[in-house]
Nanobody, 118 residues
Framework: QVQLQESGPGLVKPSQTLSLTCTVS??????????WNWIRQPPGKGLEWIGA???????IFNPTLESRTSISRDTSKNQFTLQLSSVAPEDTAVYYC??????????WGQGTQVTVSS
């Protein structure tokens, strides 16, 4: 069974870059059936999709965040990484990585809290 696990700092200062890694076990991120996504949920709000990297490293982003977002992968470690630049307190959220199977998100990490504060 595929498992996803987010990791990274829980506290980031304003204007800095948030960097999170998702480690995938039980399945390859190069599997052609899936896309690998970052999603967040600010406190008291709904889920917000950030972006995704596909099996051949194709990228797609939420237009509202695209100018500040970078997603990359390390196939040797079966990991993919999110970088969000110039963060502000509004970027405080629980960040999730999730697998998309073409019909929906079928596997999620447990989520990691990231707080933007000085």
């Amino acid at each position: 069974q595929v498992q996803l696990q987010e990791s990274g700092p829980g506290l980031v200062k304003p204007s800095q870059t948030l960097s999170l890694t998702c480690t995938v076990s039980g399945g390859s991120i190069t599997n052609t059936n899936y896309g690998w996504n970052w999603i967040r949920q600010p406190p008291g709000k709904g889920l917000e999709w950030i972006g995704a990297i596909g099996y051949s490293a194709q990228l797609i982003f939420n237009p509202t965040l695209e100018s500040r977002t970078s997603i990359s992968r390390d196939t040797s470690k079966n990991q993919f990484t999110l970088q969000l630049s110039s963060v502000a307190p509004e970027d405080t959220a629980v960040y999730y990585c999730a697998r998309f199977n073409g019909g929906g998100f079928d596997n999620w990490g447990q989520g990691t809290q990231v707080t933007v504060s000085s």
